[in-house]
């Protein structure tokens, strides 16, 4: 049994429909707003389970189901879903690692009495989420684009009451803001340049063969072809959804929201949409490699950007002492990794790394957030410790989870598709620069991840929230059972002797032949990493909360540095911060002086030549200027008059005028 | 041609409202607010009418009432309505009883404010039929006169020197229309817009008033319409005449009678002087494009909501005359440009009755915050005001985020028409304008902040809920922002004939 294409629109509308009705129920009864929460997006995932086997059964044909959304012009606004291998496959790993995540909030949200508001906000998210996946017109993509920043927003700002909490929902929707005008200006100029909006419609799509040879056949300001021009502008937005450099700074300060929210929105899933976004639009991103004299091919942005952003984003994890902000800088890391596949050509693998970084990061954020709640809320690495004997599940999910994010060979998910992706790098033609980077970051992942385990679980309790943890309960380890079992076999739908995920998103797929000897590399790279981390953090675990970090004795300047972000947020203040800042006291002081100094030098001068023209001539000027000095005068006696609060005289005066008005009309018309 | 006058009666049952409160002084608080919305709320009555008898297939006039009036002048009392009246018809039937429930809570004799309200309403329905110069410029000015004394005498600290420059400002330009159509006439010897459009078109205003004197006619029209929308820079008098008008009487200032100004834009200076408009256009694009971006900078510096409101005011409609100039400046051009300008004027139109309802209700929420903290409206005033009042909350995170432009909500549709229309008439138009769409989140997220979250302080600790008043205006709001932000075609479908019918007048 497979979904009618037609009734698509029902997944993402299950859930958003559950947000409204939760939304305007009573707050009474707490525990149904969490119920109709699961009930719709368990539906949801049945729905998309049915949707993938249709899209299965015959991936060469695209199932679309187009409708008109409203008429312009001789034309219209057309919408439509799409029910390809691409987005059902995303669907239904959205709706199942959320239900995990629903179900974890149950547990993690117990005591909060604004559980139901959560649930509302968090179904809004999944359905959001789920028409940007099915979509087949960038416009209802972009509809559903924005809707999950809202939903990233209000659950990022769901404390709002914490100044930090507030401060980095603003931030996070700002920044992707950035980001999303440049997806904005790339809509309306796709839309401009081929009257639609639509993926893939019988041939006339955006996607498709001839709006695309129109789109690379024309060139635009400094030589670019049209498409390259519009496919970065749509990866501006990526960028600021993924995190990319250097809109990734809203990123780590998402962590301000509750740990489930980083799970599902900030580590598994909306992130990974400026990815997922790279893979839909790929044929327009790619439509200028066959110009082999562009100045820029689109693609190679991209690779660029994933690789510096793979290589900061782990780099600035190593120097992190909060469970969650490592775990954030390692998604911006990772959702580089995916740039970069995505960049030289492979974006299966991408989407392969999608998919299971979706669950061995939610994995690691819900361990992170069984930690945090068993502890009274301690997320500082420093005060933790010794955490394996009283959380057991914990602890040990959270081992599957870390060695799947290190690339722990073989048996773990992580290894294959990280694989996927530095082979698709090492194969890249135009640079080894990339590759070289991402080699750099599959050890200094390593190495972090052992770190965070190491300080986290191993040695003994350093603070009074370790020293009294008790396991969270069984509605919140179960799903980290459920997604440490996932972490794990998800990685051989991807084996490079069985790369069946990659054949079913691109038919079109070839698994080339070799890759042991760079296996052998990054396996190498692996071990370095994790011995390294086992001798620094785990063989001589800290012996307090206030000893230094054993990198910060060794390389006191590069560990401040990286502690401090590399002062990005600082560098934007600076400039950008300070920029906008002037620009806005410039655009008020040129109210305030120039133009309401013209205003009053008009009114001086009006008033002057009334003087002026009094004395010379009253009689010439009879009519203007006399009206108005009489009407200065009479305003004048009102101001008077008003003061002792008798306006009714004016009233009346008013009511009389009207009364004549009227009658003038009807006398008008009687003549 | 004459058909039962209900436009007659659209305009008149608001004044009717306002003669019998007039003329019943003894009148008490609870009678008269109750008086003044059922009459407030005869424009809904009635546009459900008109909506129910309108053609939309239809580009032209219709229910028209046509008469004599002053035959020495050859004045006719000529009533008129086309897919753009009825939709401010209908934007002005929303917000008008809104504006009216706004003042429910005020303590103070209730019976002048609300009959100058109806006044106000009156004459700015009587500004979107009109179709005769004459009772069309009687119903602008006279809007001026209870919108003055509402502010004068109601208004909060700064009102006596606002009221006065909203007043002399608005005549001043209004005194370069008046000549503007006083020369038109004297030339052409009529009033009617149909007529004089008819002349514009063919030219033949060029011919008789001469090439100096139609672009002579054509500043002084284009004065009196830049100053009322406001047109950057002519803006000036608009923050402190909003800072200062009362609660209902601002709801109707932002939500209707901005919204006249640029109506007077489309029915007489684009239709009358084409030519013209189109020659100016680039640098009105240009003045268009720094209030977008100014506007909304300007707004990222004001420390007071009311203020702030105001200058994302000039910022919205800023995108409405964008377009409009874009559309002029590209008329007989050589791109293909009938689909763009389709785009660019089907979004101003749903941007006008978008941002009339978003801003009257970010007022109406101003409003509220103003009546619980002693008159207070600077964002330091308040603070974690989401935990003390989260009805108001919601309400008015509705209406933010429709004023940014949130997908979902009404603000986005006519955003993204405009946006997608003025990327192929002007590109860069549409490039500079993009930073102030930034500066909008950038502000409204930043007041947000400021009032609604962080810890309870000032003036939000011990807020009293939402009264039924308050909560009825809310909920009739909230409804308009959400419902065509879904479903754009209730809208677009009564201007469609009309834009597309605009939009080919372009091709030569």
Not at chain 1, 306 to 334: C, E, H, N, P, Y
Not at chain 1, 600 to 608: C, D, E, I, M
Request: hydrophobic residues 55%; glycine residues 12%.
């Amino acid at each position: 049994m497979h979904l009618p294409v037609q009734l698509t629109w029902l997944i993402p509308t299950l859930p958003a429909a559950a947000a409204a009705v939760i939304a305007v129920v009573p707050a009474r009864r707490p525990g149904l707003g969490a119920g109709l929460a699961l009930a719709a997006l368990a539906g949801s995932l049945i729905l998309a389970v049915l949707a993938l086997g249709g899209a299965l059964a015959d991936p060469a044909t695209r199932l679309t189901h187009t409708f008109t959304w409203f008429a312009v012009g001789h034309g219209a606004i057309r919408l439509g879903w799409l029910l390809d291998p691409l987005g059902t496959l995303l669907a239904v790993m959205v709706a199942a690692v959320g239900l995990l995540i629903f179900t974890f909030s149950l547990g993690y949200l117990r005591e909060d009495p604004r559980a139901k508001q959560f649930f509302c906000f968090l179904s809004l998210f999944a359905g959001a989420m789920l028409g940007l996946l099915l979509a087949n017109s960038l416009l209802l993509l972009f509809v559903c684009w924005e809707l999950v920043g809202l939903a990233s927003y209000l659950l990022i700002g769901f404390w709002f009451q914490r100044p930090a909490a507030a401060q980095a929902a603003r931030k996070a929707f700002i920044t992707t803001r950035i980001g999303d005008l440049g997806l904005l200006l790339g809509l309306v100029w796709l839309q401009d340049a081929t009257g639609t909006l639509l993926l893939f419609d019988g041939g006339r799509g955006v996607l498709e063969a001839e709006a695309l040879s129109t789109l690379a056949g024309a060139t635009t300001v400094g030589g670019l072809a049209v498409s390259t021009a519009i496919g970065l502008l749509l990866f501006c937005g990526a960028a600021g959804k993924s995190g990319q450099v250097p809109l990734h700074v809203w990123l780590p300060d998402a962590m301000e929201g509750p740990t489930p929210v980083s799970a599902l929105i900030h580590a598994a899933t909306m992130v990974a949409a400026g990815v997922f976004l790279v893979a839909r639009v790929f044929p327009l991103l790619a439509a200028d490699l066959a110009l082999p004299l562009a100045p820029v091919h689109a693609l190679s942005v991209v690779a660029a950007v994933g690789a510096v952003t793979s290589l900061f984003g782990a780099a600035v994890a190593v120097a992190q002492d909060d469970i969650k902000r490592v775990l954030a800088f390692s998604t911006v890391s990772q959702l580089g990794y995916m740039m970069l596949a995505a960049g030289t050509g492979a974006w299966t693998a991408a989407i392969f790394h999608l998919l299971t970084h979706a669950c061995f990061k939610a994995l690691l954020f819900l361990g992170a957030g069984s930690v945090i709640h068993a502890t009274h809320h301690e997320q500082d690495i420093r005060r933790l410790g010794g955490l394996r004997e009283r959380l057991p599940v914990t602890g040990a999910t959270f081992a599957v989870g870390m060695m799947a994010l290190a690339g722990v060979p073989f048996l773990f998910s992580g290894f294959w598709s990280k694989e996927a992706i530095l082979h698709a790098a090492h194969g890249w033609a135009v640079s080894q620069l990339p590759f070289l980077v991402a080699l750099a970051a599959v050890a200094l992942t390593a190495f972090y991840m052992t770190r965070l385990l190491a300080e986290v679980f191993a040695g003994a309790p350093r603070g009074h929230g370790a020293e009294t943890a008790h396991e969270s309960p069984a509605v919140m380890t179960i799903p980290l059972v459920v997604l440490a079992i996932a972490s794990v076999s998800l990685g051989f739908l991807g084996t490079p002797w069985w790369p069946w995920l990659q054949r079913t998103l691109d038919p079109t797929f070839k698994a080339e032949a070799g890759g042991a000897g760079l296996m052998a590399v990054s396996i190498a790279l692996v071990a370095t990493g994790i011995l390294a981390g086992w001798t620094r953090y785990g063989r001589h675990p800290r012996s307090d909360a206030r000893a230094p970090d054993p990198l910060a004795r060794s390389v006191p300047r590069l560990h401040g540095a990286l502690a401090a972000r590399l002062g990005c947020d600082e560098l934007y203040a600076a400039t950008l911060g300070r920029l906008n800042a002037a620009l806005a006291a410039a655009a008020s002081a040129l109210d305030r002086s120039v133009w309401d100094g013209c205003v009053r030098f008009l009114a001086r001068l009006g008033v002057y030549a009334g003087i002026v023209s009094r004395e010379t001539d009253e009689k010439a000027l009879n009519g203007g200027f006399n009206a108005a000095g009489d009407g200065l005068r009479a305003s004048g006696r009102a101001y008077a008059r008003t003061q002792t609060g008798d306006a009714h005289g004016y009233v009346w005066m008013l009511a009389a005028g009207f009364v004549l008005l009227a009658l003038g009309a009807l006398l008008g018309e009687a003549r | 041609m004459n058909s039962w006058p209900i436009l007659t009666l659209v305009v008149l049952a608001p004044w009717a409202g306002a003669a019998l409160l007039g003329l019943r002084p003894g009148l008490g608080d609870r009678a008269s607010r109750w008086l003044g919305l059922a009459f407030s709320l005869s424009t809904a009555a009635l546009g459900a009418a008109l909506l129910a008898g309108f053609d939309p297939a239809r580009p032209g006039l219709q229910f028209v009432e046509r008469h004599a009036w002053i035959r020495s002048l050859n004045v006719h009392y000529h009533l008129g309505l086309d897919g753009l009246s009825l939709v401010l018809v209908l934007l002005t039937a929303a917000v008008a009883p809104a504006a009216q429930l706004s003042g429910w809570g005020r303590a103070g004799p209730a019976r002048v404010p609300t009959l100058l309200l109806l006044l106000l309403q009156g004459a700015a329905l009587g500004v979107f039929l009109a179709q005769d110069f004459f009772p069309w410029f009687t119903c602008w000015e006279l809007s001026l006169v209870p919108a003055y004394f509402l502010i004068r005498l109601w208004g909060g600290p700064g009102a006596a020197r606002a009221a006065y420059q909203f007043v002399i400002y608005t005549i001043g330009g209004s005194a370069f229309l008046l000549a503007g159509f006083a020369a038109l006439f004297a030339s052409t010897g009529t009033f009617d817009f149909g007529q004089l459009a008819q002349l514009g078109r063919d030219g033949a205003l060029t011919e008789q008033l001469g090439p100096w004197g139609v672009r002579a006619a054509f500043a002084g029209v284009l004065l009196g319409l830049a100053v009322k929308v406001p047109l950057w820079p002519f803006h000036t008098w608009l923050p402190p005449a909003y800072a200062a008008a009362p609660t209902g009487t601002v709801m109707l200032l932002t939500g209707v009678l901005s919204k006249m100004g640029m109506y007077g834009f489309l029915r007489l200076l684009w239709p009358l002087f084409p030519a013209q408009l189109h020659a100016a256009a680039p640098a009105l694009l240009a003045l268009a494009v720094a209030g977008i971006v100014l506007g909304a900078w300007a707004a990222l510096r004001q420390e007071d909501l009311r203020r702030m409101l105001a200058y994302s005011s000039i910022n919205h409609l800023g995108y409405c005359l964008a377009a409009l100039f874009a559309v002029a400046a590209a008329a007989g051009g050589e791109r293909p440009a009938a689909e763009a300008a389709a785009a660019a004027l089907a979004g101003l139109v749903l941007q006008l009755f978008n941002h009339g309802v978003t801003a009257a209700a970010l007022f109406l929420g101003v409003g509220i915050l103003e009546a619980r903290a002693g008159g207070r409206s600077g964002l330091g005033d308040f603070g974690g005001l989401r935990a003390t009042a989260p009805a108001l909350a919601a309400f008015a995170g509705v209406a933010f985020f429709a004023s940014l432009g949130l997908p979902g909500l009404s603000g986005f549709v006519g955003e993204f028409l405009i946006f997608r229309g003025l990327f192929g008439l002007h590109p860069a138009a549409a490039v500079l304008a993009l930073p102030g769409l930034l500066a909008t989140a950038q502000f409204l997220l930043t007041a947000w902040r400021r009032v609604f979250h962080g810890p309870v302080q000032g003036a939000a600790a011990g807020f009293s809920p939402l009264t039924a008043a308050e909560r009825s205006a809310l909920v009739l709001l909230t409804v308009l922002m959400i419902l065509p932000g879904v479903a754009p075609g209730i809208l677009t479908s009564l201007t469609h004939p009309l834009v597309t019918a605009w939009a080919g007048h372009l091709t030569p």
